[in-house]
Nanobody, 127 residues
Framework: QVELVESGGGLVQAGESLRLSCTVS??????????MAWFRQAPGKEREGVAY?????????EYADSVVGRFTISRDNPRKTVYLQMRKMKPEDTAIYYC?????????????????WGQGTQVTVSS
């Protein structure tokens, strides 16, 4: 049974930082065989992709325009964990953040087709 468990959410003030973690268990293959991503969903809005990362070392990454230069996605394969470091946070970053995974079929990152999802962690940024 595959599980993705997010942690690290909370309430911060604008301009502050927060780091989310997502630890995975139950993958049929090695953790490094999976591309990873973070998505978020704000109240009344559709879910949107925030950051994407390819498999293995995670050297190929892509970010939503709204977070470029402020957020960083990374992975620790031995710990089966993916991170989202968020800096200079803004009230519009307030959302439930979800970790997602999909089996990679190449070295690129993926923006769609994610198979496995976490339960989400709430991030609230006050002004």
């Amino acid at each position: 049974q595959v599980e993705l468990v997010e942690s690290g959410g909370g309430l911060v003030q604008a301009g502050e930082s927060l780091r989310l973690s997502c630890t995975v268990s139950g993958f049929r293959l090695h953790f490094e065989d999976y591309a990873m991503a973070w998505f978020r969903q704000a109240p009344g809005k559709e879910r949107e992709g925030v950051a994407y990362m390819n498999y293995m070392s995670g050297s190929n990454r892509e970010y939503a325009d709204s977070v470029v230069g402020r957020f960083t996605i990374s992975r620790d394969n031995p710990r089966k964990t993916v991170y989202l470091q968020m800096r200079k946070m803004k009230p519009e970053d307030t959302a439930i953040y979800y970790c997602a995974a999909r089996l990679a079929q190449g070295g690129d990152y993926y923006t769609t087709g994610y198979t496995y999802w976490g339960q989400g962690t709430q991030v609230t940024v006050s002004s």
